[in-house]
């Protein structure tokens, strides 16, 4: 049995759960995520609790059991708490803005950078126009935006220049050497 897929997931407090025919839907106050699962993993709601039970012992279906737990985790955290991760750029003349709700960034190229934000999430700049946090309910969403926005300029392993994660290290490479 998976040791992350037998745990029950605890419901709290103004989060809706609802299972219909492998659909799950959860509710809260961040926003409402809803995704469909597999037939061969049993998903029930019990006493504020869901339960993940597989219906046999194949290979590919104990491989489902704990990530369709993990998933449904992500989704009722991110209902009721929400994720965010931020972003650093680094750089003379590096900077990113908000205008309206798109965000606009200036990494070295001849124009500016403009990215809307898909449905349900949303864009902070921060400390001196330096910092970018994105913010939203589904974590794999959050994830894929801030890596296309790490995208647009990686760091540089020779100046350290571009856009990174916080806390991010980047291994700098020696230049070139003169030749005596």
Known sequence: MSRIGKLPIVIPPGVQVSVTEKKVKVKGSKGELERTFKQEVDIKVEDGKIIIN??????????????????????????????????????VGYKAEMEGDKLVINVGYSHPTNIVPPESIQFEVTEKNRLIVVKGCDKELVGQVAADIRKIRPPDPYKGKGIRYLGERVRRKAGKSAVT
């Open 54 to 91: 597989r219906t046999s012992d194949e290979k590919n279906v104990r491989a489902l059991h704990g990530t369709t737990r993990a998933v449904i985790q992500n989704m009722v955290t991110g209902v009721s708490e929400g994720f965010s991760k931020t972003l650093e750029i680094q750089g």
